[in-house]
């Protein structure tokens, strides 16, 4: 089918555009890169076959599948058990703890989706600073780095991986092996080890997380709910005028008034008969009152206060997920006290605790909020993909009867994928059913586990990536690129290649980098009359080398709110990081993947 100036005129706005999209954030990723995918349809770009021929690329299928195993060794306690190790290990020792938490995330990474290793990890890591007065914000930015570092030591530790090889057989490749850039990525762990331990973590500034904005006794008060009967002293009087205002051992979060939130200021407010009020307190509460200065001891009764509820409150911090339905919404918005049955105390947004009027801030990804209330409201919050819980591991069953089975389908899959590297897809597949029909997991566990986001990104963004190579747009990159630095030789083509890879995966989602890019470089390859093996190595490494921004890679978002970090504070410990490890490639990758003549 022949191709017109138009169609590559128009591919090339809609790349643009995409690229745009992503890093202003208009759209979700997948919106975005399925918005692209359709319009390259309406213009002829892609034939109806062809973009049906995109979803039986068995790349997604294969992140798909990693993310149910991911799931499984989740549900069956084995990725919480190393977890346990590590805080029978690390010791209280910040190196010692260093070390062991570098290691373990690392190892964990390459094998399962570094997303629920960090997200695990997080509580477990907060809890043991705490213990032993630890300042947390000094491990979790290494913490991510590890993962990501861990995700590159074989093909399925990371999804950028997956979507490169797969295009790369598709482009007449040989398959990559489940361990082939496992020498690299055993350097990449043990060069950022050593960089973390040798000072890089020293760079981390000390971040005040919300947690300690409150001390720990707050989890021993108890949220009470009182309402104001018809013949209360209170009835007309102004709060600040009331002894509820003046009892230090008292605090006043909410009024109901004829079943809906009073949206007056408390120092404005005067009370109404009938009014609902939910204050917490110590067990010492009531009798402050009655101590206050300027008050006569008398009966609960006479301040016109009927008791209806008091439970037991806790104080947790949550982050909220990407999945999240709060995102783009704000408290005030979501109407968050009667919809949930807990209480904002506080927000971190960007390096800042916001503990005053937060209520309007539109929630994003990655917001730690500080919750209070009945323990089982909490339960019911934090079992939704709502909210992901820093304060403890989530309480849900765990199945460790059925954990050698889990280990039993993993290792069939890591065998049979380092023997026969093309059946990869059907083995991650076979791995998935097997631990579903021994009830490993349910199905709608399974179901849930599966970021549908990310696969139908990564749908689009391959047929993207089919796009530019039909529409002769990727060779013309890639012979722009080869001609560029020709003189200098495939050494510096390497290096350049990574390097643009490494700065657009900080801006947009690395499997977007990866599926852009993949072509490219196999293009650019032929054009030098090299194998085109090591340029794709060079962009599964760079794609997920994403270490100097919070929004570049997933566990980096997760920890930038729970560590209470600045956006800068990834970029003084990261840029570094980045610099050191791009060397290393351009000088490793062509020793381990030879330059050799294309066939």
Known sequence: MEVHLWQQIFTVAIVILVFITLVKEWVSPDLAAMGAFLSLILIGALTPSEALDVFGSPAPVTVAAMFIMSAVLERTGLIELLAGRFETIAGKSPLRVMITLLILVAFLSA??????????????????CRKYDLTASRFLIPMSY???????????????????????????????????????????????????????WRLIPD???????????????????????????????????????????????????????????????????????????RASGVVELSETSGLDLQPESELGLDLMQTESAVLMEGIVGPESRLVGKSLKELNFRQRFGVVIIAVHRRGVNLRDRFEEVKLAFGDTLLVEGPVDRMGELFAEKDFVNLTKPRGRSIRRRKAPIAIGALLLFMIGGALYPAYIPILAMTAAVLTLVTRCIDPDEAYNAVEWKVIFMIFGM???????????????????????????????????????????????????????????????????????????????????????TPIGYQTNTYVYGAGGYKFADFSKIGLPLAIALWVLASFLIPVIWPFNPSL
């Open 207 to 281: 971040r005040e997380t919300l947690s300690t904005l409150f001390d720990g006794e707050a989890s021993q008060e108890f949220l009470t709910q009182v309402y104001v009967n018809s013949s209360s002293p209170l009835v007309g009087k102004a709060f600040p005028e009331t002894p509820l205002a003046k009892n230090r051992g008292l605090r006043v979060i909410e009024i109901v008034r004829r079943g809906r939130p009073v949206p007056i200021p408390l120092d404005k407010l005067i009370f109404e008969a009938k009014d609902q009020i939910l204050m917490k307190t």
């Open 111 to 128: 094998f399962v989706n570094n997303t629920p290793v960090v997200v695990i990890f997080l509580p477990i890591v907060l809890a043991h």
């Open 462 to 548: 391959l047929g993207l990536g089919v796009a530019l190579e039909k529409t002769g747009l990727a060779r013309i990159a890639a012979q722009f690129v080869a001609s560029a630095f020709s003189d200098l030789g495939p050494y510096a083509v390497l290096a350049a290649l990574y390097l643009l890879a490494a700065i657009l995966t900080e801006l947009i989602s690395n499997n977007a980098v990866a599926a852009l890019l993949t072509p490219i470089a196999i293009g650019i390859a032929i054009s030098l009359d090299v194998d085109p093996r090591p340029f794709v190595i060079a962009v599964m490494f760079a794609s997920s080398a994403s270490f100097v």
């Open 146 to 200: 590890a993962a990501i570092v861990g995700g590159t030591c074989t093909i399925i530790g990371t999804s950028t991986n997956l979507i490169a090889s797969d295009i790369a057989m598709k482009y007449g490749l040989e398959p990559f092996g489940m361990f082939e850039v496992s020498k690299l990525g055993l350097l990449f762990v043990a060069a950022a080890i050593v960089y973390i331990i040798l000072g890089g």
